[in-house]
């Protein structure tokens, strides 16, 4: 089952990787893209990215999530710059320095926890067209920082962050 599974998976690969190439240059350079984006520990969710003010990206993530009594809900947002970016006849490849922010409110068995979070980050992304779409795939690391709040105690937060997205432009 494995094995199946497994020609099945490359088999689509390169069929959709054949179209991509056989394709006449594909047009990469899009305003707006949505996808999922996601970094350590909990944040993440569905994202949006405006790209038509470059080499200024902004970015908005959102999640919301019920569960009976229990519920999180996270909103982000983030504005990137361009400090070098490539235009391939292929590809886009561009390295950016971010700030982002995040906000989470989440309540678990009548337990409420509030999150701010603030951070800087470094990162990359790679658009490519995948079957006459252009996908991209970024990846940033970074350090953050900000506030919890549980219950009535409040405390600190600081550490490093990775994350990770893909999004669809159009």
């Not at 690969?13 to 350079?29: E, G, I, M, W």
């Not at 790209?51 to 229990?70: E, F, H, S």
């Not at 950016?96 to 603030?118: C, I, N, R, V």
């Not at 405390?155 to 962050?161: D, F, I, M, Q, R």
Request: net charge negative; hydrophobic share 40%; proline share 2%.
């Amino acid at each position: 089952m494995k094995r199946f599974l497994f020609v099945i998976i490359c088999t689509f690969l390169l069929v959709a990787f054949s179209f991509s190439t056989h394709a006449q240059k594909p047009n990469l350079n899009k305003d707006f893209g949505i996808g999922l984006q996601g970094a350590t520990p909990e944040f993440g969710g569905v994202s949006f990215r405006y790209t038509g003010l470059a080499p200024l990206y902004l970015q908005t993530v959102g999640r919301i999530i019920l569960n009976d009594k229990d519920s999180d809900h996270m909103i982000g947002a983030g504005v990137s710059y361009a400090i070098f970016e490539h235009h391939g006849t292929w590809n886009i490849s561009r390295l950016y320095f971010t700030l982002e922010g995040a906000w989470q409110y989440k309540s678990e068995e009548d337990m409420l926890t509030t999150t701010l979070a603030a951070g800087i980050a470094f990162g990359g992304e790679l658009v490519f067209s995948l079957g006459g779409i252009p996908l991209g795939l970024n990846v940033e690391v970074g350090q953050g920082f900000g506030r919890e709040t549980y219950e009535s105690d409040t405390k600190g937060l600081a550490g490093v962050y990775v994350g990770m997205g893909i999004h669809a432009y159009f």
